[in-house]
């Protein structure tokens, strides 16, 4: 299985940038992992905030057609802990699916639309910005890895 972390615009805080490195170079020891990232026109930015979301649905969308399992990570998801997380993506591998995306939309984050289509899920009741997010969304998925292999970074 690979998985991908689809999201919109670069990150532009060095920090979050080389935690996510980081933690994608750990990723790569239990399975592909890959970062795509969107680039969007900056004038889509002086438009309203449903248009911009509708030109990111626009570029999500001509994206996730390839991709077997789909996950927003959205605000109005369902909440996992890590173990629970864990359990949900030895599921997804046991299932034989090759490909499984998880999206990180906007500063406005994602259209109804999308919302009504895909898996949602929250990573917490506090709202991150969107390119921090990244950086926990690596965390976390590295420290499911290693709760399903067994290995110590997890403490319960």
């Known amino acids: 299985?690979?998985?991908?972390?689809?999201?919109?615009?670069?990150?532009?805080?060095?920090f979050v940038e080389q935690g996510v490195q980081e933690f994608s170079k750990r990723l790569s020891r239990y399975v592909p992992f890959e970062t795509i990232t969107i680039a969007i026109n900056k004038t889509i930015r002086n438009k309203t905030i449903e248009e911009q979301k509708l030109e990111?649905?626009?570029?999500?969308?001509?994206?996730?057609?390839?991709?077997?399992?789909?996950?927003?990570?959205?605000?109005?998801?369902?909440?996992f802990s890590s173990l629970?997380?864990?359990?949900?993506?030895?599921?997804?591998?046991n299932s034989g699916k090759k490909n499984l995306?998880?999206?990180?939309?906007?500063?406005?984050g994602f259209t109804?639309?999308?919302?009504?289509?895909?898996?949602?899920?929250s990573f917490s009741m506090f709202t991150f910005s969107h390119q921090l997010i990244r950086l926990l969304f690596c965390e976390q998925l590295y420290r499911a890895f290693t709760i399903i292999k067994g290995e110590k970074y997890h403490h319960q």
């Open 84 to 93: 629970q997380l864990a359990t949900q993506l030895q599921n997804i591998l």
């Open 1 to 14: 299985m690979k998985i991908i972390l689809l999201q919109i615009d670069k990150t532009d805080q060095n």
């Open 56 to 79: 990111e649905e626009k570029q999500l969308n001509s994206h996730l057609a390839k991709y077997d399992t789909i996950f927003l990570l959205d605000e109005t998801g369902k909440e």
């Open 101 to 108: 995306c998880f999206v990180i939309g906007g500063p406005y």
């Open 112 to 121: 109804d639309a999308l919302r009504k289509k895909h898996a949602l899920i």
